[in-house]
């Protein structure tokens, strides 16, 4: 007789400015919430303990893993909370507040948790991958990163694209440029990938256009490289 082994989760979910991005119908920042909500009710079907960490511009919320529906409602609420005040906040100096926001994560876990972190990881600084990895020696650790279809392929057009900072031309009318854009943005994911393969912590992506379960099917059914 041996009983099975408890596996609690923590969902980590960016909710910081770069997810409030979306080309057509859904923002990073809602497909991130989306995901989150199918991931904890998913564990708590398990009979696993679930909590999350919400990161955002204006703060961190942490709500601590319980076996409980109404405590994954309380975390999707933060989740909204969080997701409406992107529409104006303003961007903070991220690297501080994200190593305040691993620091929180490490005091929160102990081991053999699975921690998902759902995120854009646009602006990611080597410490934030030592961080990533640290969390990965004792617990399991998979990184979802959530993008846009134009943060890949620019259309056929010279766009110029802005936030409250700077603007920025998108010259999407030659083919040359089209091709570099997207080459650009798949080399940074493979080097992404092969950096977190090291540590042994898989990456996926989900895109804010397809159907989000749709799209964890097909992730589900590839063979593992």
Known sequence: FSEEKEKPALIVVDQSKS???????RTKSAVAAELAALAAFRVLKEGDRVGGVVFADEGTDIIY?????????????????????????DPVDFEPSLYEVFAKIRNLVTHDFLILIISDFHRYHPQTIKDIAYLSRHNDVILAKVFDPMEREIPEANIVASDERRQSLLPGKHKKNRD??????????????????????????????TDIEKQLKEILQRPRK
Do not use: C
């Not at 409980?68 to 997701?83: H, P, T, Y």
């Not at 090291?198 to 256009?209: L, Q, S």
């Open 180 to 209: 570099r854009f997207y080459e650009g943005f798949e080399s940074e994911f493979d080097a992404f990938q092969a950096q977190m393969k090291k540590y042994r912590i898989p990456v996926f992506r989900i895109d804010t256009v």
């Open 65 to 89: 893993p319980k076996r409980d529906r109404k405590n994954i409602l309380r975390f999707l609420d933060k989740i909204v909370v969080r997701n409406k005040e992107l529409q104006h906040s």
């Open 19 to 25: 997810m409030f991005f979306g080309s057509q119908n």
